[in-house]
């Protein structure tokens, strides 16, 4: 039998890490993205290399993938990282209530945590508000996302994966009960061609819906946008980090020469058509200043929103849904040869591209261990250099 | 917040056909940024649309374009800043790349010349925060950061964003299409600062002095005036002139 072929839709962080692992052990593997790499819900994030702090308390699950996932991202991609840690603050009272809880959840959880003096702290971060209680030191870092989609590709392609840009999935093709390949339209020359694969995961975020819509199953994903606002200037080193439970406008994720406020919360149809709701944009400016006051000063320099691709269990709050992954194989379903991995972070999907390759692996009878915590990644840089554009 | 009605005009390449321009008109907050109404072109009219994009806060450097003629990255272009808002905005690709379709470019040579250096994208950060920037000068004043205990330095992504904007409006390029380009030589010139090491200086030094680099430049200045990040590639490549010009003083000394 020659070796099996895998069909990844989406180059989003899932997809990319996904193709990577998949490459890695051996199959043969094509990516469908229909647009440029991490257009869709990846690009738009809030670039937090989690810690787990912020969901140590309210999600410890979550909050030891995170933990574990940001060390091994660390030594994949030492380089593409900003490395300043975080401080989880509290401003209020109410704040300082949760600071014993949170130090006994980092430590369950195995986030090493520090309390800093506030005195320290203000000489750290010099425009955190002077009211400021308590700071604890957590490991957050910050990523770019972008190029964090394109280092896992170009390792992929560096394996024979093969990554096909603004080409769109029209249809998947089935025989029998068993999913047999795709359609697709390539957007830069209008053609459609069929695609043979052993198999094809599903990994197209909030759109995941539409894409195992195709295959005649459900994925109970509720594309779910948050706004995060940047301003002009980078006011702190550190991910700065609300003390209390996760809630909007309660981080500052600073990069390069700026910094990004987020974020909010709320469910929408099509994740295509998102319209920023201006009460938003406002409510990040008054969170943000009560972490810096300076904020309100700055001038803005972008403003963005996109769905995320949360897993539904409780439609009471959106915010109470488990922000871990998970992953569906639609043979449960009756329709063999087609799987769709969603939910998680950018944070953890070099965890969620395991676990999918391990069910992919075995559901085609191959034998290999994942290698992904090991091998460092390829330059991003080699993405774009001797592929097809 | 007022919505304002956006007309576009863009420009269409499909593979095998001759390039034209579509109109769109698209409605948008007077708040948002060119992104949005390309954006919404995309999701409202023709899904064929085809263009980059990612983190749509100009940290990527994907989305890079021109608009009525001038490099912008359109995720922090306000409407105001391009037009009065009552004639259409011209969308074309950047200059001097391959175009792909419509809005996309091969940013392959583009890739080829940032990885001449293998400039790696992070650097110690400045000892003060806020970083000076021209519109916050006199609201706030630099201040001495200290880092926390298990730090030796606080760490950052390096200013340019490899967007190619540089590259689009270099005139240099536009003749020698070889030219290393501005974005390439100032990351060498970033590499250089970042190495004790004097034969990897040298390596760098003379990776920059051939035909197409350093010397082949116009001095226009065309990139530092367009660059959305303040890298000023020009003032890095008259730099670059002058440590190659010291450089064959001090051979000729020893010789």
Avoid at chain 1, 50 to 56: A, E, N
Avoid at chain 1, 93 to 108: S, V, Y
Avoid at chain 1, 333 to 344: C, E, K, L, M, P
Avoid at chain 2, 221 to 250: H, S, W, Y
């Amino acid at each position: 039998m020659s070796t099996p072929h895998v069909i990844v839709i989406g180059a989003g962080s899932t997809g990319s890490a996904t193709a990577h692992d998949l490459a890695l052990r051996g199959l043969r593997v094509t990516v469908i993205e229909r647009g440029e790499v991490a257009s869709g819900t990846t690009g738009r994030n809030h670039c937090l290399l989690h810690s787990g702090g912020r969901y140590c308390i309210t999600d410890q699950e979550s909050a030891i993938e995170c933990i574990e996932e940001n060390m091994t991202i660390r030594k994949i991609m030492p380089d593409l990282l900003e490395l300043n840690d975080g401080l989880f603050v509290a401003i209020t009272e109410e704040d300082l209530t949760f600071k014993e809880r949170f130090l006994e959840a980092c430590a369950a959880c195995h986030i090493p945590a520090r309390d800093v003096p506030v005195k320290h702290a203000l000489e750290m971060e010099p425009f955190l508000n002077p009211k400021t209680l308590a700071a604890i030191q957590i490991p957050d870092g910050v990523f770019e996302p972008f190029r964090f989609c394109l280092a896992f590709l170009a390792t992929a392609r560096l394996h024979g994966a093969v990554v096909r840009r603004y080409e769109l999935v029209t249809e998947i093709i089935s025989s029998g009960k068993s999913v047999t390949g795709v359609k697709v339209r390539d957007y830069r020359t209008g053609k459609i061609e069929t695609l043979g694969a052993d198999l094809v995961i599903n990994a197209a975020g909030p759109w995941a819906e539409d894409v195992a819509a195709m295959a005649g199953v459900r994925v109970p994903v509720q594309p779910t946008p948050g706004v995060m606002v940047t301003l002009d200037c980078r006011l702190n080193n550190m991910v700065l980090n609300r003390l209390n439970k996760p809630s909007d406008g309660d981080i500052v994720v600073p990069q390069r020469a700026t910094c990004t406020i987020g974020t909010t919360s709320w469910k929408v149809k099509d994740p295509d058509l998102i319209t920023i709701p201006p009460e938003h944009i406002e409510k990040m400016i008054v969170q943000g200043e009560q972490l810096m006051p300076i904020v309100r000063k700055i001038p803005m320099r972008a403003r963005m929103a996109v769905a995320r691709p949360l897993i539904v269990k409780d439609a009471s709050d959106e915010r109470n849904v488990s922000r871990t992954f998970e992953c569906f194989d639609h043979a449960y379903d009756g329709v063999d040869g087609f799987v769709t991995i969603s939910g998680g972070k950018t944070t953890t999907s070099r965890a969620m591209a395991e676990r999918v390759t391990d069910i992919v692996c075995d559901k085609l009878g191959i034998e290999a261990e994942c290698r992904t915590r090991e091998v460092p990644l390829a330059s991003y840089r080699l993405f774009y250099q001797g592929g097809q554009q | 917040m007022k919505l304002l009605d956006i007309t576009l005009q863009i420009y269409r390449y499909k593979q095998g056909e001759q390039p034209h321009y579509d109109t769109f008109t698209v409605q948008v907050e007077d708040t948002a940024h060119v992104i949005d109404a390309i954006d919404k072109v995309w999701a409202e009219h023709d899904h064929t649309l085809t263009f980059r994009r990612a983190c749509h806060h100009s940290s990527c450097g994907s989305c890079a374009l021109r608009i009525n003629g001038v490099e912008k990255l359109p995720c922090i272009t306000r409407f105001s800043e391009v037009g009065d808002g009552n004639i259409p905005l011209r969308i074309e690709p950047l200059r001097n790349f391959p175009i792909v379709s419509d809005l996309v470019v091969d940013v392959s040579g583009f890739f080829q010349r940032m990885s001449a250096s293998d400039m790696s994208i992070t650097r110690y950060a400045e000892s003060t925060l806020p970083l000076s920037v021209d519109n916050l000068d006199e609201i706030v004043q630099p201040r001495a950061v200290v880092l926390p205990d298990n730090l030796t330095h606080f760490n950052r992504f390096e200013n340019c964003i490899e967007c190619g904007i540089c590259m689009s409006a270099c005139p240099t390029m536009a003749v020698d299409n070889k030219f290393m380009g501005p974005a390439g030589l100032a990351a060498i010139y970033c590499a250089l600062q970042k190495t004790d090491d004097a034969d990897e200086k040298a390596h760098l030094l003379a990776l920059v002095d051939g035909e197409h680099g350093i010397w082949r430049c116009h001095s226009a200045f065309e990139c530092t005036e367009a660059c959305p990040q303040a890298v000023d590639p020009a003032g890095k490549i008259m730099a670059l002139r002058r440590e190659v010009t010291a450089n064959r003083f001090k051979k000729v000394g020893r010789s």
